[in-house]
């Protein structure tokens, strides 16, 4: 994989480390509980991929609405408000209650228990269901954040991209879909949604701001008793449905586009989320990318991260597997989630190096690929990927729905994709210098040898940056957090090989 080469310039230490580290990883492979101990220990960098909502257990969604007594449709197992009514029983005291049904919901809000083959359901259904049913209960979103951010720093995360929308987001798209709508004329469609972005962008700030002090609150952060989860930094990704009507989609992304632009502390990008195969994304998928480019031109410091490619042979007809990575990359996506149909796309292998000469990067989320798609193993491309030498990061996409952990996809990665520790490590790298973080890298451009400032440091495996290092450190967030990640490697290395594997 593109990327590892510069270790083999560094300190003999550090080589010797990493080898011998690599054997240990390589000799706990065959078991899968000693492996996981190892791969829970090993530092990460971002998760890049994470709707928020979708990464929230059903057993954390089942304890809210127990303390609430919200309500759960005995039919299709939907949460909701109280009070309950018809064809509806209270969450309270259920799993004590009725732990059938208690286990029966959750099942319902994920993806536990899903059989493949199963005539009732694909997967894909099963997966993209789950989000109507716990939707409803609402007002819950600063736990979720909490739950979400306690997880990574159990998988020793430090960063995490939050998929997540304002309210607001929705008001501009019911506010442009009143208006008149020319598909050919983004300029006119834009005009009159201007005048009313400064008072919602206000509103979405002050909004996630609120919510931001909740989780603090909720975490106990600077406090004695604070939660690991206080540790871990985190921004917001708001999106657009690309399953609505072209004036709603447009109005979300205008949102989007002057919500990241006013403030970039708080949210990283922009994205495009829901069923990529549903009949009204496939119509509009070639619109949706003209509007990010007109956009794109309007906002030209606003990040792209497009859901592309979560497709798959039977799904859709193969038409619609040819075009849709290489659109969002033209479209201006510097991060493409999942891309799993890229063996499809009409020349993938100028498509890919074209990703790695661009440094777009490509979001891997192998176990909703598997319980969506059903692709895995060695159909999966995450092989192609890094045999290209484009830059992958591993993420979780929706890991309360898939009953998984970033550990999880790790370990996936090794036990079946192959990947060694070498790349393993680089692919952790790549969750920082691939996220959307302020400031200038540590690494070079493509994320593959340190850059000029640091490479003295990093080379010797310093305990301290030297004055030049030091300088890029003070002056970018993103070359911080990469800097801490080395030294945590160092750390989790020097554990390993005293023996705690």
């Excluded at 009159?192 to 909740?214: C, I, K, M, N, Y």
């Excluded at 939660?227 to 992304?253: A, D, E, I, T």
């Excluded at 009409?346 to 192998?366: C, F, P, S, T, Y």
Aim: one cysteine or more.
């Amino acid at each position: 994989m593109s990327g590892t080469a510069w270790a083999a310039d560094g300190a003999p230490a550090v080589r010797s480390n990493q080898a011998r580290v690599a054997q240990v990883m390589h000799d706990l492979s065959g078991n899968g509980a000693k492996l996981r101990a190892f791969l829970q220990a090993m530092p990460k960098g971002g998760d890049l991929h994470n709707h928020l909502g979708g990464s929230v257990y059903a057993e954390d969604f089942l304890r809210w609405a127990d303390a609430e007594n919200a309500c759960i449709a005995v039919a299709g197992h939907q949460l909701s408000p109280p009070p309950c009514g018809e064809g509806q029983v209270p969450a309270r005291g259920l799993a004590a209650r009725d732990a059938a049904f208690y286990s029966a919901t959750v099942d319902a809000l994920s993806m536990r228990n899903f059989v493949p083959g199963n005539a009732a359901a694909s997967g894909h259904d099963q997966f993209f269901s789950t989000f109507a049913k716990f939707g409803g209960l609402g007002g819950h979103r600063a736990e979720g954040v909490v739950v979400t951010l306690e997880q990574a720093a159990r998988d020793h995360v430090p960063y995490v991209e939050l998929i997540a929308n304002p309210p607001q987001a929705a008001a501009l798209g019911k506010r442009a879909q009143t208006l008149a709508w020319n598909a050919k004329d983004f300029a006119a469609d834009l005009a009159p949604l201007q005048g009313e972005l400064p008072e919602l962008v206000s509103a979405a700030r002050e909004d996630f701001a609120t919510l931001d002090a909740q989780v603090r609150t909720l975490m106990h952060c600077g406090q004695a008793d604070a939660s690991p989860g206080c540790g871990v930094r985190y921004r917001y990704v708001p999106y657009v449905l690309r399953v609505l009507p072209p004036p709603v989609v447009f109005g979300q992304m205008v949102m989007g586009y002057a919500l990241v632009q006013a403030d970039p502390e708080r949210f990283a990008a922009v994205n495009i989320v829901a069923p990529e195969d549903n009949p009204v994304a496939l119509s509009d998928y070639r619109l949706h990318m003209d509007m990010f480019r007109f956009l794109s031109t309007r906002y030209p410091t606003v990040p792209l991260t497009l859901h592309a490619g979560e497709l798959a042979l039977g799904l859709v007809p193969p038409a619609d597997l040819r075009f849709h990575i290489r659109d969002a990359v033209d479209a201006g996506a510097r991060r493409i989630g999942h891309g799993v149909d890229i063996g499809y796309e009409d020349d993938a292998a100028g498509l890919m190096a074209q990703m790695k000469a661009r440094h777009v990067a490509v979001e891997i989320n192998l176990s909703s690929n598997d319980g969506i798609l059903g692709v895995k193993g060695r159909d999966h491309p995450l092989q192609m990927y890094l045999a290209a030498g484009v830059p992958v990061v591993l993420s979780t996409d929706d890991e309360g729905v898939s009953r998984s952990d970033m550990t999880h996809e790790y370990q996936r990665a090794v036990q079946e994709q192959g990947v060694d520790y070498a790349t393993l490590k680089q692919i952790a790298r790549n969750g920082l210098t691939y996220a959307f973080i302020p400031g200038d890298s540590l690494w070079n451009d493509d994320g593959s040898a340190p850059g000029a400032a640091c490479a003295a440091s990093l080379r010797a495996n310093a305990a301290k940056p030297d004055a030049r290092c030091d300088a890029l450190l003070a002056r970018s967030e993103k070359a911080r957090m990469q800097w801490q990640l080395e030294r945590d490697f160092a750390a989790f290395e020097t554990q390993i090989l005293k023996g705690a594997y």
